[in-house]
C-alpha cells in the first residue's frame, strides 16, 4: 500500500504499539485497523461478564456514535467494531482517495456573504472544505462521544471522567490484505473473551 512495506499484524508484537508509517498519506483509499483508549485506562463504557461485554449508557452511546460515521463521510465504510470496558476497536475503510465530507460542505472563500451567514447560523466551519483522513474521522468520533458523555454526565449522572474522555493519542495499523484484514476482524471479535488476557485490563477490584 503506498509503497511501503508494512508487517501482518500480530496482537503480541504490535499490542497498542503505533506504526505510523513516515510521509504516508492517512486519507488514501484502504482499510485501518484502529484502537483508542479512556483517558487513564479509566472503565466507563461498561463491563465484561462470561466473556461478554454489558455495556453501560456510555457504552451504547460509543457504538451509537460510531454507527453514525458513515452518515457524516461519502466514501467511508465501517468494518468491525467493539466497544470494551476502558477502550475501542474499530475497522475503518477509506473507499476514496481523497475524500471529502458528506453532507453540507463548508463555505469557499468565493461564496456570497449571504450563503456564509446561513451557514455559519447552521454551525458549519467557513473555509475551503477538508480533506478527509483517517486523523478527521477519529477526531470526529473523540469529539462526538466526548461531547455526548458531557451530557451524560450533566443529565443523567454518568460516572465523570477524569480531565478528558480519551487518551490523546491512538493506535493504528494500515491493513495490507485479506488476511490480515480477516485476522484483524477476528482479534476485534474475541477481544472480550480476552479480557483477562489485555493489557488494558485494569483489576478494578
Not at 28 to 57: D, S
Not at 66 to 85: A, C, L, Q, S
Not at 135 to 141: E, G, T
Request: glycine share 6%; charged share 20%; proline share 8%.
Amino acid at each position: 500500500m503506498g509503497g511501503f512495506e508494512v508487517n501482518r499484524y500480530d496482537p503480541q508484537k504490535h499490542h497498542r504499539r503505533s506504526i505510523r508509517l513516515r510521509r504516508y498519506a492517512y486519507s488514501m483509499a484502504g482499510a485501518y485497523f484502529v484502537t483508542i483508549c479512556t483517558q487513564n485506562r479509566a472503565c466507563l463504557f461498561g463491563e465484561i461478564e462470561n466473556n461478554e461485554f454489558k455495556p453501560y449508557p456510555p457504552g451504547e452511546m460509543v457504538r451509537s456514535v460510531w454507527n453514525e460515521i458513515p452518515m457524516h463521510y461519502d466514501g467511508v465504510k465501517t468494518g468491525e467494531f467493539v466497544v470494551m470496558p476502558n477502550h475501542i476497536h474499530a475497522i475503518i475503510i477509506i473507499t476514496q482517495s481523497p475524500v471529502v465530507e458528506a453532507g453540507p460542505c463548508a463555505c469557499p472563500d468565493w461564496e456570497s456573504p449571504a450563503l456564509r451567514e446561513q451557514h455559519a447560523q447552521q454551525g458549519q466551519p467557513q473555509g475551503v472544505a477538508p480533506t478527509l483522513s483517517l486523523p478527521d474521522i477519529v477526531h470526529r468520533l473523540k469529539t462526538m462521544t466526548t461531547k455526548r458523555y458531557a451530557d451524560g454526565v450533566k443529565n443523567h449522572d454518568w460516572l465523570p471522567f477524569p480531565g478528558r474522555l480519551w487518551q490523546r493519542n491512538y493506535y493504528e495499523h494500515i491493513i495490507r490484505d485479506d488476511d490480515d484484514y480477516n485476522c484483524i476482524s477476528e482479534y476485534i471479535i474475541n477481544n472480550p473473551i480476552n479480557w483477562k488476557n489485555d493489557k488494558l485490563w485494569i483489576d478494578q477490584n
